[in-house]
Nanobody, 124 residues
Framework: QVQLVESGGGLVQTGGSLRLSCAAS????????MGWFRQAPGKERDFVAA????????YYADSVKGRFTISRNNAKNTVYLQMNSLKPEDTAVYYC?????????????????WGQGTQVTVSS
């Protein structure tokens, strides 16, 4: 099992930026893909972005493409989500997730390990 701890959420105005971090520990050698998902009140958990731990390949949801950037620091076992040009519709709890499979998958059920989530609120 991989343990994930997110940090970096907060309150920001429209157009502002935040950087989320996700520190992984435990059986990190079994992890191939790290992803970020978000869940707004009353809505399902949606895919945001993912990165292949080994080759650095990335994939983004259309709603965040060009505004968000996912990256990783292998030495620190940490994944980041840089969020720029934030909009009120980006308001949600953001979750970090880990997957053993090598392919980037957009469905939450494909990810085995999850962090506790961090709140991001964008005010208009």
């Amino acid at each position: 099992q991989v343990q994930l701890v997110e940090s970096g959420g907060g309150l920001v105005q429209t157009g502002g930026s935040l950087r989320l971090s996700c520190a992984a520990s435990g059986r990190t050698f079994s992890t191939n893909v790290m992803g970020w998902f978000r869940q707004a009140p009353g809505k399902e958990r949606d895919f945001v972005a993912a990165i292949n731990w080994s080759n650095g390949n990335t994939y983004y949801a259309d709603s965040v493409k060009g505004r968000f950037t996912i990256s990783r620091n292998n030495a620190k076992n940490t994944v980041y989500l840089q969020m720029n040009s934030l909009k009120p519709e980006d308001t949600a709890v953001y979750y970090c997730a880990a997957r053993e499979g090598a392919s980037i998958v957009l469905v939450a059920s494909a990810y085995r390990s999850w962090g506790q989530g961090t709140q991001v609120t964008v005010s208009s």
